[in-house]
C-alpha cells in the first residue's frame, strides 16, 4: 500500500478532489465571465432553483445506499404537486391536510415500490420505471391533464373555489434574513439526512445492506425491511419536494417533477465522488445538485438555449459515472 | 492404438506451485479414474487439457503427436471435451436439444440461416445412434439433470470428440440415473473415446473404471489398474503419510447437551440429520465437497428453509424463520463463501466487527461511537487481527484476518453455539492456528461448537466427536479416540454403501 507508484498517487488525489475542484472552477469561470453571476442574489438563486432537486436527489441517495435504484421519483413529484395544490385549490382544505396527503401518497408510492422489489423481486430498475409510468398515469389522471392553480375553470364550468394558503406559498417563496425558506429547508434536510446517515444505527445498517446484503443477513440483519425503509424514504422526500415545487411556482404543474429525474440521478452520482466517498452520501449528493445548479445558472447566462441544458446535465452524469465505474474497477484489480 | 498424454506438466499460481510434473495416459476404450484429495491438483490439470489454463511446462501428445493446447478451442480442435458437473451453465435452457447438441456446428459457426429440418434431422440421428433418450424438439429448461447431461454428452459426440472428461457427473444423480450414466459411458467406451472420470464416490470407480491415477498435493502418486487394486489401497495413497500440526486442543469439560437436531431435511443436500451438540464440546461434521455440509450449516442458521426437522437449543424449540431469529436465539454462523457472506468489503474493520452487535452500541438510535470504538479495539486486540487501524477498510486485509472479524462480529453476542463454517478456507497457517486456538476458547467458555469441514485433518486435531457426512446423510460418528483419516475418508466417499452392497450381493 505504501510505494505506490506516482501515476497511482496522482489518480488518487484526482479522484479524491476532482470534482470540489471542477466545481471551483465552473464557478470561478463564469464568475470572470460574467460580472453578475458571483453575487449574493444570483448565488441564493442557485441554492433556491436547486432546492428541490436536492430533496429528490436525496430520496435517489437512499435507493443507492441499500444498492437499490428508484426511477419513480420524478412522477411521485409530479403527484404530490398536483394533490398539494388541489388540496386548496379544488377543495379548500387547511394547511395541515395539504402538507400531510402529499406526504402520504410520496410515503405511499416508496412502500408500492418496495413490495415489488423486496417481496416480488423485481429488478429495481425494472419495478420502479413501472411505478413511474403508473404514478405519472394516475396524476394524469387526478387533474385531467391541466395544471391546478387558483381561479381555474373547473369541468363543470364553474371556476374553482380555493386558494392558495399564504403559509404554504411562504414555504416556496418565502424569505427569512433574506435567505429563501426553501434553501432553509435544504440545507436542514440535508444535514438531518447525514446525521441520520452517519450517526444512527439505522444509517450504518442502511450502508451495510447496500454493501453487501448477504453478509447482512447472515449477520442477523433484517436486509428485506431496511431496503424498505430506504424506499419508503424516498417517497418521502418526493412527498416534501412535491408540496415544495407547487409551494415555489404557486401552481400544480402537471408533469412538473419529470425533469427532476435526471438532475437528482446525476447529482446523486457525482456526490459518489466528492471527496472520493465512492458511495452514496448526501453530503457529495448536494454538491451533486450545487455543480448542475452552477453550470444550468451559468449557461443561461450566456444565453444557451434551455433545450440545449439536457446536454450538459447528461454529461456531467456520464463524466460523474465513469469516474466512479473507473474507480471501481481500479480497485478490483 | 490411440492414446492422450500428459508429460510433466508444471504449474505455479503467483509462485506456488499447483502442479509438480504430472503425467497422465488416457487409451481410447478406456475409463480412466482421476482421484485425489481436495486442493490436490486434479481441476488444475484438466482445466489445462481443456485449454482454460495453460501449463508452465510439459507436453501433451495426442496418438504421437504433439498437441499445442492453448485455448479451449484448441482443446476441441484435439477433440478434447468435457462435460462439467454445473450443466447448467453449460446449455441455454429456452433453446431445443438439437440446437443445444449442435450448437457448435450450427448456431454459432452457420452461414446465418438455420436449416431447421437438417438441424432436427441430425440431431434425430445422433441421439439414436448414442441410443440416448431425448426428444429433440424439447426444451432444455424442461429437461431433468441427467437428461441434460446426456444433451452435454451428445454435443460433445457432435464435435467428435476422441476424448471426454466427466467431472463428478453423479453428484447430483439418482441411484437409477446413475446406473443408466454408467451404461452410457459403457457404450462411449465400446465406441473408442477415452474417458477421464473425476469422482468423489470409491465405489463407483471400481465398478466403471479400467485405471486409476491418483493425485495428492500437486503431483501424481499412482497409476493402477483396477482389478489390482482396492479401496484401502486407494485411499492410503490420497492421503500419504501426512504429518501431523499441533493443533493445541484443550482438555474442557463437556456438559449438559445444548443443541439437538431432529430429522433436519431439505432436498437431496441434507437428508434427516440428527445430532447433538454439548456445553464445551467441539463437534466435527467432516465429508468430500458436496456432501452437504455447507447446506447443513445454513439451515441450521436459517438461511435456507428447512422442508422438515426440529431444531432445539436447551430444550427451546428454535425458529428457523430467518437468520436474524436464529442469531436472536443464541446460535451464530461463520459461514464458508468469507466474501461474498462474512464481509461488507468497502466497509471499515471497526463497521464490520461491530455491526452484528450495533444494538448495544446504540442509545436512542444514535451509535456510541467511543463505546463503539474501544470495543472494536477490545475485539482487534484480542483476536489478534492484523491492520492498520480501526477505519481500514477490511477489503485490504488478508484472508485470515477477514476471518478473523468475521468470528470476531460474534463474540460480543453471548451466543450459545458456534457454527463453522470451513473457517480456515483461503488462511494462511499463522491465521489458521490462531483461529483453532480461538475455537478452543469458545469450548472453554463452555460453548458448543459445530466445525464443518472437508479437511480431516484438521477435523481430527481439534474436534471431540466427529460425524461423518456423505451425499446428505450423516453415516457415522466417530469418537476422537476411534477416528482416523483413513476411516473418515472410508465413510466420506461412500464405503459403508459399497460394504452393504457387497453384503447384499453374497447374501443372495
Redesign the interface.
Same mark, same amino acid.
Given at each position: 500500500m505504501t510505494n505506490k507508484s506516482s501515476k497511482e498517487q496522482v489518480l488518487d488525489f484526482l479522484y479524491k478532489y476532482a470534482t470540489i475542484m471542477v466545481i471551483a472552477a465552473v464557478i470561478l469561470f463564469f464568475s470572470i465571465i460574467n460580472e453578475y453571476f458571483f453575487t449574493y442574489s444570483n448565488l441564493t438563486e442557485i441554492l433556491r432553483a436547486i432546492s428541490i432537486v436536492t430533496l429528490v436527489a436525496i430520496g435517489v441517495t437512499f435507493s443507492l445506499i441499500v444498492n437499490g435504484f428508484d426511477m419513480s421519483v420524478g412522477s411521485t413529484v409530479s403527484l404530490s404537486t398536483v394533490v398539494s395544490a388541489s388540496m386548496m385549490i379544488w377543495f379548500q382544505q387547511n394547511l395541515l391536510l395539504t402538507l400531510l396527503i402529499p406526504v402520504i401518497l410520496g410515503l405511499l408510492v416508496g412502500l408500492f415500490n418496495a413490495l415489488m422489489i423486496v417481496k416480488i423481486r423485481i429488478p429495481d430498475l425494472l419495478a420502479t420505471l413501472a411505478t413511474l409510468y403508473i404514478v405519472k398515469g394516475i396524476h394524469l389522471t387526478y387533474t385531467s391533464g391541466y395544471s391546478i392553480y387558483p381561479n381555474m375553470a373547473m369541468q363543470d364550468g364553474s371556476t374553482a373555489p380555493g386558494k392558495l394558503n399564504e403559509w404554504f406559498v411562504w414555504l416556496g417563496q418565502g424569505q427569512i434574513a433574506s435567505v429563501p425558506v426553501p434553501v432553509i429547508l435544504m440545507v436542514v434536510a440535508v444535514i438531518v439526512v447525514h446525521i441520520f446517515l452517519n450517526y444512527t444505527r439505522h444509517g450504518r445498517i442502511l450502508y451495510i445492506t447496500g454493501g453487501n446484503a448477504e453478509a447482512a443477513r447472515l449477520s442477523g440483519i433484517p436486509v428485506n425491511r431496511y431496503r424498505t425503509l430506504a424506499y419508503v424514504l424516498s417517497g418521502l422526500f418526493c412527498g416534501l419536494a412535491g408540496i415544495l415545487l407547487a409551494a415555489r411556482i404557486g401552481t400544480g404543474q402537471v408533469d412538473g417533477g419529470a425533469p427532476l429525474l435526471m438532475d437528482a440521478v446525476a447529482a446523486a452520482f457525482v456526490g459518489y465522488s466528492v471527496f472520493g466517498a465512492g458511495k452514496p452520501n448526501v453530503i457529495g449528493t448536494f454538491l451533486g445538485a450545487v455543480l448542475i445548479g452552477v453550470l444550468l445558472n451559468g449557461l443561461t447566462m450566456l444565453n444557451v438555449p434551455y433545450y440545449a441544458h439536457d446536454i450538459v446535465k447528461g454529461t456531467v452524469l456520464m463524466a460523474a459515472l465513469a469516474v466512479t465505474y473507473y474507480q471501481l474497477r481500479r480497485k478490483a484489480v | 492404438m490411440a492414446t492422450l498424454q500428459m508429460r510433466q506438466i508444471q504449474k505455479q499460481f503467483s509462485g506456488v506451485p499447483a502442479l509438480r510434473s504430472v503425467d497422465l495416459e488416457v487409451k481410447a476404450g478406456e475409463v480412466h479414474a482421476l482421484l485425489g484429495a481436495n486442493g490436490a491438483g486434479k481441476s488444475t490439470l484438466m482445466k489445462i487439457l481443456t485449454g482454460a489454463y495453460t501449463s508452465d511446462s510439459g507436453e501433451i501428445i495426442i496418438d504421437g503427436q504433439k498437441a499445442a493446447i492453448q485455448t479451449p478451442q484448441d482443446a476441441k480442435a484435439h477433440g478434447i471435451q468435457c462435460v462439467y458437473q454445473e450443466v447448467d451453465t453449460a446449455l441455454v435452457p429456452y433453446l431445443s436439444v438439437a440446437e443445444n447438441i449442435l450448437m457448435e456446428r450450427h448456431v454459432t459457426k452457420g452461414k446465418g440461416f438455420l436449416n431447421w429440418s437438417k438441424l432436427y434431422a441430425e440431431a434425430e440421428e445422433l441421439v439414436k445412434r448414442l441410443g440416448f433418450a431425448l426428444s429433440v424438439r424439447q426444451k432444455v429448461e424442461e429437461l431433468t439433470l441427467s437428461e441434460k447431461q446426456l444433451v452435454l454428452i451428445a454435443r460433445a459426440i457432435a464435435q467428435d470428440a476422441k476424448y471426454i472428461i466427466f467431472d463428478e457427473p453423479t453428484a447430483p444423480l439418482s441411484t437409477t440415473e446413475c446406473d443408466l450414466l454408467f451404461e452410457r459411458i459403457a457404450h462411449l467406451k465400446q465406441a473408442g473415446v477415452g474417458i477421464i472420470y473425476i469422482s468423489h464416490r470409491l465405489p463407483e470407480i471400481f465398478q466403471i473404471c479400467d485405471r486409476i491415477t491418483v493425485m495428492r498435493d500437486g503431483q501424481k502418486v499412482a497409476t493402477m489398474t483396477t482389478a489390482e487394486s482396492n479401496i484401502d489401497e486407494v485411499i492410503t495413497h490420497m492421503l500419504g503419510k501426512t504429518f501431523s500440526e499441533e493443533f493445541p486442543k484443550l482438555d474442557v469439560p463437556i456438559g449438559d447437551t445444548l443443541l439437538e437436531v431432529q430429522d433436519l431435511t431439505r432436498g437431496r443436500k441434507v437428508r434427516g440429520v440428527d445430532l447433538t451438540v454439548r456445553a464445551g464440546e467441539i463437534v466435527g461434521v467432516v465429508g468430500l465437497v458436496g456432501a452437504g455440509k455447507t447446506e447443513l450449516a445454513r439451515l441450521l $442458521?436459517g438461511?435456507d428453509t428447512a422442508e422438515a426437522g426440529k431444531v432445539t437449543l436447551r430444550g427451546n424449540k428454535v425458529n428457523l424463520a430467518? #437468520?436474524?431469529h436464529?442469531?436472536?436465539n443464541g446460535i451464530?454462523?461463520v #459461514?464458508e463463501e468469507r466474501r461474498?457472506?462474512?464481509?461488507?468489503?468497502?466497509?471499515s474493520v471497526k463497521?464490520n466487527l461491530t455491526?452484528?452487535t450495533? +444494538?448495544k452500541w446504540?442509545n436512542f438510535? $444514535?451509535?456510541r +461511537?467511543r463505546v463503539e470504538e474501544s470495543a472494536a479495539q477490545d475485539l482487534v486486540q484480542r483476536l489478534g487481527v492484523k491492520t492498520a487501524n480501526l477505519t481500514q477498510s477490511i477489503?485490504?486485509l488478508s484472508g485470515g484476518n477477514q476471518q478473523k472479524v468475521v468470528i470476531g462480529?460474534w463474540l460480543n453476542t453471548e451466543s450459545d453455539i458456534f457454527l463453522f463454517d470451513e473457517p480456515t478456507k483461503g488462511v494462511d497457517i499463522g491465521a489458521k492456528s490462531d483461529i483453532y486456538k480461538l475455537i478452543g476458547k469458545l469450548a472453554e467458555e463452555q460453548k458448543g461448537i459445530l466445525y464443518f469441514s472437508c479437511e480431516f485433518q484438521e477435523v481430527l486435531g481439534i474436534a471431540d466427536r466427529i460425524l461423518v457426512m456423505c451425499d446428505g446423510r450423516i453415516v457415522k460418528e466417530l469418537s476422537r479416540a476411534e477416528a482416523t483419516q483413513e476411516l473418515i475418508m472410508y465413510y466420506a466417499s461412500g464405503g459403508q454403501a459399497h460394504d452393504e452392497q457387497k453384503l447384499e450381493r453374497t447374501g443372495s
Open positions: - | $442458521f438461511a430467518s #437468520p436474524k436464529v442469531v436472536d451464530v454462523l #459461514p461474498k457472506e462474512g464481509i461488507v468489503v468497502d466497509e463497521n455491526l452484528a450495533l +444494538r446504540t438510535g $444514535f451509535i +461511537r477489503g485490504h462480529k
